[in-house]
């Protein structure tokens, strides 16, 4: 069963913040998170695992709440080179190879 | 940097020809899958191998195979080409512990 993501699309101003989610109904051992731009491979941003952590990347960061199996990826002060679809792959407690993805958030970025 | 290398980028089939989509990887690794990517509905893992000739269904299966002579390689199999096979197909690898999957550019597969 696919993690669920929310929003399915944002759209922001350069500069302006966003939050994207990923819920599973799992008990996850890693969520991982990945931008796609139209017609790439996905590129890897990063993973949390287990153990409620949370993690920065320059302006990107994220968090997983295990008790909810949630988690967070947040962007602020968003550039025009974040765009891209966003997509979580979770990996099950016992499963730890093999990755589900959601359905994706397609973030829009405009000057 | 890890090198994911899918052997095509687009390719066009007619209903009923055997297709091998083909992957190769240079890290040594473990791990490798094979996705589906339609739009709206994000990756969906077709098959994934854990070793030599080692293999387990992911959560679409039908209508594929897959076959893992060597380490490096994975290749993808449509037995008999539908046109519901018309998609992008990614391949990804990943070595032990939890570490990024690395992704080919993908191959976008029509069958007409």
């Known amino acids: 069963q696919q993690p669920v993501q929310s929003p399915q699309a944002v759209i922001l101003r350069e500069g302006e913040d966003a939050v994207i989610n990923c819920s599973s109904s799992?008990?996850?051992?890693?969520v991982h998170w990945y931008r796609q731009k139209h017609g790439e491979a996905p590129v890897f941003l990063m993973i949390?695992?287990?153990?409620?952590e949370q993690k920065g990347h320059d302006k990107i960061s994220a968090s997983f709440n295990e008790k909810k199996q949630q988690s967070s990826l947040y962007l602020t002060a968003s550039q025009l080179s974040y765009s891209g679809t966003y997509f979580c792959?979770?990996?099950?407690?016992?499963?730890?190879?093999?990755?589900?993805f959601g359905k994706g958030t397609l973030l829009t970025v405009n000057p | 940097d890890v090198k994911v290398t899918q052997s095509s980028r687009y390719l066009v089939k007619r209903t009923g020809e055997k297709v091998f989509l083909e992957c190769v990887q240079d890290?040594?690794?473990?791990?490798m899958f094979w996705y589906r990517q339609d739009p709206g509905l994000g990756l969906r893992l077709i098959y994934f191998?854990?070793?030599?000739?080692?293999?387990e269904k992911g959560d679409i299966p039908e209508g594929y195979s897959v076959s893992r002579e060597k380490k490096e390689r994975f290749s993808l199999i449509l037995e008999s080409a539908s046109t519901n096979q018309t998609s992008m197909y990614l391949c990804?690898?990943?070595?032990?512990?939890?570490?990024?999957?690395?992704f080919g550019d993908g191959t976008r597969l029509s069958i007409l």
């Open positions: 792959g979770t990996a099950e407690i016992g499963s730890n190879y093999k990755l589900t």
């Open positions: 799992k008990a996850l051992y890693s």
């Open positions: 949390l695992l287990k153990g409620g």
């Open positions: 890290m040594d690794h473990e791990n």
């Open positions: 191998s854990y070793d030599v000739k080692m293999k």
């Open positions: 990804a690898s990943v070595g032990t512990g939890p570490q990024p999957q690395h």
